[in-house]
């Protein structure tokens, strides 16, 4: 796959999810409790976009670059969107940013391309789902009837998206165009997301300052991670570099320490990707009472 160390962490990490919730499905699929075919639906497009993310597709341009966010002060990725790499290159050569702010608008960046993937991803499973319908009108079954219901949620869930990448593309144009806020409450943008979709949930006072505080703590969690992802970038480096010196004794030193990080890395990746399951459930299920 041609993967950096970060990215075959992160797909080790995606993997034991979904391997995780596929175990789950069986378990309510055998009890009957998925008629309707939703979750079983939504693990197939939950593998789809982790094969289109790390080009396990059989499309070529879909593969992501060995990349970790920056090298050496530039972006060795694409935004695959004329609008993202225009705000981009102006961030880049505005000189209100600095190198550190830098990777995290990269990172920013990045997080919103992989926003719009993922919804078109889920666009073209909802066309599927109309076209079969459209298909099968002539003669209506209950299948079609549970089809229109997933088509139902699918309709909701691509709205949700939608919301949410129109709000992160006017904090991006925002933020290339005026610099970081140093008053701003977050900064990790998957947070940022989060909270700005707290906030237009049907919560009360008292639980959206829970989930202010549960938010911090996860941005916390995800800065951990973040600092694992570096030096294991960097352990893998030294390693290529000591496996050219012969140095059997330090070559075995600078392995045991490799698989240390990448399993420390693989861990917090599991569990920064299992906590953003849950508040996203969770604000999900707000955002659905605000519309009955």
């Not at 666009?123 to 229109?148: G, Q």
């Not at 990448?165 to 997301?193: A, C």
């Not at 202010?212 to 960097?234: D, M, P, S, V």
Request: hydrophobic letters at 30%.
């Amino acid at each position: 796959l041609h993967l950096s160390a970060v990215k075959l962490a992160e797909l080790h990490s995606d993997l034991k999810i979904q391997e995780k919730d596929e175990l789950s499905w069986k378990k309510l699929k055998a009890e009957g409790l998925d008629e309707d075919g939703e979750k079983e639906a939504k693990l197939r497009r939950n593998l789809n976009v982790i094969m289109t993310k790390y080009g396990m597709n059989g499309k070529k341009d879909s593969q992501l670059l060995d990349t970790n966010y920056i090298k050496d002060g530039t972006e060795s990725d694409t935004l695959d969107d004329p609008r993202l790499e225009k705000l981009w290159s102006k961030a880049k050569t505005s000189g209100k940013f600095s190198d550190e702010e830098l990777d995290k608008l990269w990172r920013e960046f990045k997080h919103h391309k992989e926003k719009i993937r993922e919804y078109n991803i889920l666009l073209e499973t909802v066309s599927r789902t109309e076209a079969d319908i459209h298909k099968n009108v002539i003669n209506p079954s209950e299948e079609n009837l549970v089809k229109e219901e997933i088509l139902h949620n699918k309709h909701r869930e691509l709205k949700e998206k939608l919301r949410s990448i129109n709000q992160g593309f006017e904090r991006l144009r925002k933020v290339s165009h005026q610099g970081y806020d140093t008053t701003s409450e977050f900064e990790e943008p998957r947070v940022i997301d989060l909270w700005d979709m707290a906030k237009s949930a049907n919560f009360t006072e008292k639980e959206l300052e829970s989930f202010r505080e549960e938010l911090k703590h996860f941005e916390a969690k995800i800065e951990k991670h973040h600092h694992y992802q570096k030096q294991l970038e960097i352990s893998h480096e030294k390693l290529k570099h000591v496996e050219g010196t012969g140095d059997k004794d330090h070559l075995n030193r600078n392995k045991e320490k490799y698989a240390m990080l990448q399993e420390k890395t693989k861990e917090l990746g599991y569990k920064v990707k299992k906590h953003l399951q849950d508040l996203s459930s969770r604000i999900s299920q707000g955002l659905q009472h605000n519309e009955l």
